[in-house]
């Protein structure tokens, strides 16, 4: 293997790993429509792939717009015992969930059938901004 083709693959290897380093940990669950209005564009569709925020990373709609990308990394119950799709889902932060701990968020219910099975209703993720 020459010089050249090892440096590329050791580039490759630490660019995936500092990917990785910056996704956080946490749980998400999902909401059903009426997706509007939303707490930061109102009645402005922004589609069905979008989330709503826990209040420390909405940080008073400091976030509105932000996207991320999700993905499953795991069952939170028993209910369905591998509810991972394998897929990630991109997803822009349209709205505020009142109700989510500090590690939770509230996923569309389209953009959380890409990445589990609805079934479980709540699932572990790994999310990183975009």
């Known amino acids: 293997m020459g010089l050249m083709t ?6 490759a290897m630490v660019a995936c790993l500092t990917s990785v380093a910056h996704a956080i940990a946490g ?3 999902f909401y059903t429509p ?3 209005p939303s707490s930061c564009f109102g009645f402005e569709d922004r589609g ?3 989330l709503a925020a ?3 990373l909405f940080n008073n709609r400091a976030a ?3 996207r991320y990308r999700v993905t499953c990394t795991g069952r939170t119950n028993l209910g369905v015992l591998e509810p991972c799709t394998g897929q990630s889902v991109e ?3 349209v709205d505020l969930c009142p109700g989510c701990a500090s590690d939770q968020i509230d996923l569309s219910q389209e953009a959380f059938a890409v990445i589990a ?3 479980a209703g709540r699932i572990l993720i790994d999310y990183v901004q975009i």
């Open 64 to 66: 509105c717009g932000t």
């Open 6 to 11: 090892r440096a590329f693959i050791l580039i």
């Open 54 to 56: 826990n209040s420390v």
């Open 27 to 29: 749980q998400a669950t």
């Open 117 to 119: 099975n609805p079934d």
């Open 91 to 93: 997803v822009t932060v």
């Open 48 to 50: 069905v792939m979008i």
């Open 34 to 36: 009426p997706y509007t």
